[in-house]
C-alpha cells in the first residue's frame, strides 16, 4: 500500500510562525521533503534534530521551473508508491498560495491511488498585509513574477507580485507594469518579511524597480492602488466604460441619437485616415488615428450591447476564435513553411467554416467575396484577380494594351454622339459614363499585369497632384497674384517648374 502524501506550509518566516500542527507534522513524519532549503525555519529544524531532504537539487538539474515542479511531483509519488505510512512535503509560506507543485500533486496522486492530504500554513501574504500595511478588503489580486502580462494588471486594486526570483525577473515585471502605469509610480519591494534581522523593505519608483540588490525566494512587489483616471486610460474597459456613459441617457445628446447608419461614413473616413498617417509612416499619428477607428468599433459594439443582440466582448472572442481556428499551423499540429503556404492554411480554414454553416463552397461564385462597398478601384481589382485565378484572363500584356486603345476609342466615339434632345443627351452621358468605367477597368487590367496595385499607384498620384499644384499656388503668393489674374501659360510655366522640384511629390 502507497504511503499517505501530507504537504504543509512552512510560513513566511522562521520558526515563530510556525503553527503548533504543522510542526508536530515535521517532526513526527515518516519521511520528511522539503522543495527548497532556502527557507528561515530549516535551521531551526537542525538544530531541533529533525531530519529531511530537499529537492534543491533539481533547479540545476532543470532548465525551467516548469521543468523543476513536475520533476518534484514525480519523485513524490514514486517515493509514496514505495514507502509506507506518512511522507510528508514541505513548502514555503502555504501550499495553496502561488505553489504550483501543489496544484500538481492534486491532479497526479488520485490517478495514482496516493492518499493526499493539504495543510495550511502561514502565508507571505499574512506578513505582506501587515508589514505592507494595506487591508485587501480594499481589492486586491495576486499574480505571479515568471508570468506577468500587461493585461492582467488592474491599477484600481492593490497588486502583490511574487516569484521575483532575481533581478532579471524584477527587470520583466517592471517592462510589464510599464505598459500601465508611469515610469515614476511609487512601488514596494520587500524581502524577507516578518524574518528578524532579514527583512528590508524600500519604495522606489517603477524606473528603479531592477536597480536594487537582494532579490530572492521570499522577496515580493507591491503596487498600491489607484483612483487616478490617467491609469484607467490606459484600458480597453475605460474605452468601454466611456462609450457606455456618453450613449448613456445622461450622456451626450449627440452620441444618443447616432445610429449604424448615422455614423457608416465616419467608419470609412477614420480608416482613410489611419491609411494616410501609414502612407506618412507617422507613428505619432498613426497613434492617434487607430484610437478614432477603435472607437468607431466600440460605439456600433454597444448600439447593439443596447439591443441584446452581441457586446463588444462577443466581437473580441470572435475574432481571438477565428485567429486560433485559422492558423492551425500555429495553435493546432498542422505545419506552414512559408507565407504562400499559410494563407493556403487560412482559406482552407474559412472554406471549412462555410461548411459548417450549410454554405455549399462548390457551388459559390468564383467572385464571392470580395466586399460589396469596397471602393471601385479596389473592387475591380480583387474582381480580376479572382476570376484569373480560374483562367479568365488575357494570355499576355499585348493584350491588355490593345483592349485599353479599343477602349478609349469607344469613350471617344461615345463622347462624340450625343443627340439633340434632352433625352438623347442622357442616354449619351450614360453611355459615355459606361464606356469611361470599362477604359478604368481596362486599366486596372493592365496595372495588374504589370504588377502595380491601382489604388497604392493613384493614391501616389495624387499625392503628386497636390504637391505640384502647390507650388503653383506658393507661386502666386509670391507675386502677389489670384488665379484669376493669370492666365494658363503662366500656370504652366510653374507646373513644369514643380515637376523639376517635385518628381516624386515630396515637399
Same mark, same amino acid.
Not at 521551473?65 to 519523485?75: E, H, L, Q, T
Not at 527587470?171 to 502605469?181: I, N, Q, T
Not at 514596494?188 to 536597480?211: C, T, W
Not at 463622347?415 to 469611361?436: F, L, T, W, Y
Given at each position: 500500500?502507497?504511503?499517505?502524501?501530507?504537504?504543509?506550509?512552512?510560513?513566511?518566516?522562521?520558526?515563530?510562525?510556525?503553527?503548533?500542527?504543522?510542526?508536530?507534522?515535521?517532526?513526527?513524519?515518516?519521511?520528511?521533503?522539503?522543495?527548497?532549503?532556502?527557507?528561515?525555519?530549516?535551521?531551526?529544524?537542525?538544530?531541533?534534530?529533525?531530519?529531511?531532504?530537499?529537492?534543491?537539487?533539481?533547479?540545476?538539474?532543470?532548465?525551467?521551473?516548469?521543468?523543476?515542479?513536475?520533476?518534484?511531483?514525480?519523485?513524490?509519488?514514486?517515493?509514496?508508491?514505495?514507502?509506507?505510512?506518512?511522507?510528508?512535503?514541505?513548502?514555503?509560506?502555504?501550499?495553496?498560495?502561488?505553489?504550483?507543485?501543489?496544484?500538481?500533486?492534486?491532479?497526479?496522486?488520485?490517478?495514482?491511488?496516493?492518499?493526499?492530504?493539504?495543510?495550511?500554513?502561514?502565508?507571505?501574504?499574512?506578513?505582506?498585509?501587515?508589514?505592507?500595511?494595506?487591508?485587501?478588503?480594499?481589492?486586491?489580486?495576486?499574480?505571479?513574477?515568471?508570468?506577468?502580462?500587461?493585461?492582467?494588471?488592474?491599477?484600481?486594486?492593490?497588486?502583490?507580485?511574487?516569484?521575483?526570483?532575481? &533581478? #532579471? =525577473?524584477?527587470? *520583466? +515585471?517592471?517592462?510589464?507594469?510599464?505598459?500601465?502605469?508611469?515610469?515614476?509610480? @511609487?512601488? %514596494?519591494? !520587500?524581502?524577507?518579511?516578518?524574518?528578524?534581522?532579514?527583512?528590508?523593505?524600500?519604495?522606489?519608483?517603477?524606473?528603479?524597480?531592477?536597480?536594487?540588490?537582494?532579490?530572492?525566494?521570499?522577496?515580493?512587489?507591491?503596487?498600491?492602488?489607484?483612483?487616478?483616471?490617467?491609469?484607467?486610460?490606459?484600458?480597453?474597459?475605460?474605452?468601454?466604460?466611456?462609450?457606455?456613459?456618453?450613449?448613456?441617457?445622461?450622456?451626450?445628446?449627440?452620441?444618443?441619437?447616432?445610429?449604424?447608419?448615422?455614423?457608416?461614413?465616419?467608419?470609412?473616413?477614420?480608416?482613410?485616415?489611419?491609411?494616410?498617417?501609414?502612407?506618412?509612416?507617422?507613428?505619432?499619428?498613426?497613434?492617434?488615428?487607430?484610437?478614432?477607428?477603435?472607437?468607431?468599433?466600440?460605439?456600433?459594439?454597444?448600439?447593439?450591447?443596447?439591443?441584446? &443582440? #452581441? =457586446?463588444?466582448? *462577443? +466581437?473580441?472572442?470572435?475574432?481571438?476564435?477565428?485567429?486560433?481556428?485559422?492558423? @492551425?499551423? %500555429?495553435? !493546432?499540429?498542422?505545419?506552414?513553411?512559408?507565407?504562400?503556404?499559410?494563407?493556403?492554411?487560412?482559406?482552407?480554414?474559412?472554406?471549412?467554416?462555410?461548411?459548417?454553416?450549410?454554405?455549399?463552397?462548390?457551388?459559390?461564385?468564383?467572385?464571392?467575396?470580395?466586399?460589396?462597398?469596397?471602393?471601385?478601384?479596389?473592387?475591380?481589382?480583387?474582381?480580376?484577380?479572382?476570376?484569373?485565378?480560374?483562367?479568365?484572363?488575357?494570355?499576355?500584356?499585348?493584350?491588355?494594351?490593345?483592349?485599353?486603345?479599343?477602349?478609349?476609342?469607344?469613350?471617344?466615339?461615345?463622347?462624340?454622339?450625343?443627340?439633340?434632345?434632352?433625352?438623347?443627351?442622357?442616354?449619351?452621358?450614360?453611355?459615355?459614363?459606361?464606356?469611361?468605367?470599362?477604359?478604368?477597368?481596362?486599366?486596372?487590367?493592365?496595372?495588374?499585369?504589370?504588377?502595380?496595385?491601382?489604388?497604392?499607384?493613384?493614391?501616389?498620384?495624387?499625392?503628386?497632384?497636390?504637391?505640384?499644384?502647390?507650388?503653383?499656388?506658393?507661386?502666386?503668393?509670391?507675386?502677389?497674384?489670384?488665379?484669376?489674374?493669370?492666365?494658363?501659360?503662366?500656370?504652366?510655366?510653374?507646373?513644369?517648374?514643380?515637376?523639376?522640384?517635385?518628381?516624386?511629390?515630396?515637399?
Amino acid at each position: 500500500m502507497a504511503a499517505r502524501l501530507t504537504v504543509v506550509g512552512l510560513g513566511s518566516g522562521d520558526e515563530t510562525q510556525l503553527t503548533l500542527g504543522i510542526w508536530d507534522k515535521l517532526r513526527q513524519a515518516d519521511a520528511l521533503f522539503l522543495r527548497t532549503e532556502q527557507h528561515p525555519v530549516t535551521d531551526y529544524m537542525k538544530r531541533s534534530g529533525v531530519a529531511f531532504r530537499s529537492f534543491d537539487s533539481l533547479y540545476e538539474e532543470q532548465e525551467s521551473f516548469d521543468g523543476v515542479y513536475a520533476a518534484i511531483a514525480d519523485r513524490l509519488i514514486e517515493e509514496a508508491r514505495s514507502g509506507s505510512g506518512e511522507l510528508v512535503y514541505a513548502v514555503p509560506g502555504h501550499p495553496m498560495v502561488a505553489e504550483r507543485t501543489t496544484q500538481l500533486l492534486k491532479q497526479r496522486c488520485p490517478e495514482a491511488g496516493i492518499p493526499l492530504q493539504i495543510l495550511g500554513g502561514e502565508s507571505f501574504l499574512d506578513q505582506a498585509f501587515v508589514r505592507f500595511g494595506f487591508d485587501p478588503i480594499e481589492g486586491f489580486q495576486l499574480l505571479d513574477a515568471t508570468a506577468l502580462e500587461a493585461g492582467g494588471l488592474n491599477p484600481r486594486v492593490h497588486t502583490v507580485i511574487a516569484q521575483v526570483y532575481d &533581478a #532579471f =525577473t524584477a527587470s *520583466d +515585471v517592471k517592462l510589464a507594469l510599464m505598459e500601465r502605469y508611469p515610469d515614476d509610480y @511609487p512601488v %514596494v519591494v !520587500g524581502h524577507a518579511l516578518g524574518v528578524e534581522g532579514q527583512e528590508e523593505i524600500q519604495e522606489v519608483p517603477l524606473y528603479e524597480l531592477d536597480r536594487l540588490d537582494g532579490y530572492g525566494n521570499l522577496s515580493l512587489i507591491w503596487v498600491p492602488r489607484s483612483d487616478e483616471e490617467t491609469l484607467r486610460s490606459r484600458s480597453f474597459e475605460r474605452l468601454k466604460e466611456i462609450v457606455a456613459i456618453l450613449r448613456s441617457p445622461d450622456g451626450c445628446p449627440w452620441d444618443r441619437e447616432q445610429t449604424h447608419a448615422s455614423i457608416r461614413r465616419n467608419l470609412i473616413e477614420e480608416t482613410y485616415e489611419v491609411l494616410e498617417t501609414i502612407d506618412d509612416d507617422d507613428p505619432d499619428a498613426m497613434c492617434e488615428e487607430l484610437g478614432d477607428l477603435l472607437l468607431q468599433v466600440v460605439m456600433h459594439a454597444q448600439m447593439e450591447a443596447e439591443t441584446g &443582440a #452581441f =457586446t463588444v466582448e *462577443d +466581437v473580441l472572442q470572435g475574432i481571438n476564435d477565428k485567429l486560433i481556428r485559422r492558423h @492551425p499551423h %500555429v495553435f !493546432g499540429d498542422r505545419e506552414a513553411n512559408d507565407a504562400e503556404e499559410a494563407l493556403g492554411r487560412w482559406q482552407e480554414m474559412k472554406r471549412e467554416e462555410k461548411r459548417k454553416k450549410g454554405i455549399d463552397v462548390e457551388s459559390l461564385s468564383v467572385l464571392a467575396g470580395v466586399p460589396r462597398d469596397l471602393p471601385a478601384l479596389m473592387k475591380a481589382h480583387q474582381l480580376q484577380k479572382k476570376a484569373a485565378k480560374v483562367g479568365f484572363d488575357w494570355d499576355q500584356v499585348a493584350d491588355v494594351y490593345a483592349k485599353l486603345e479599343e477602349e478609349l476609342a469607344e469613350v471617344k466615339e461615345a463622347a462624340e454622339s450625343a443627340g439633340a434632345s434632352e433625352s438623347e443627351r442622357d442616354e449619351a452621358r450614360a453611355a459615355v459614363a459606361g464606356e469611361v468605367g470599362d477604359l478604368l477597368f481596362a486599366v486596372v487590367n493592365l496595372a495588374r499585369f504589370l504588377k502595380v496595385e491601382p489604388e497604392e499607384a493613384l493614391t501616389l498620384t495624387n499625392r503628386k497632384f497636390v504637391s505640384r499644384f502647390s507650388y503653383i499656388e506658393e507661386q502666386l503668393r509670391l507675386k502677389g497674384k489670384r488665379f484669376d489674374q493669370t492666365d494658363l501659360q503662366e500656370l504652366e510655366t510653374y507646373w513644369q517648374e514643380a515637376k523639376k522640384l517635385r518628381p516624386s511629390g515630396g515637399r
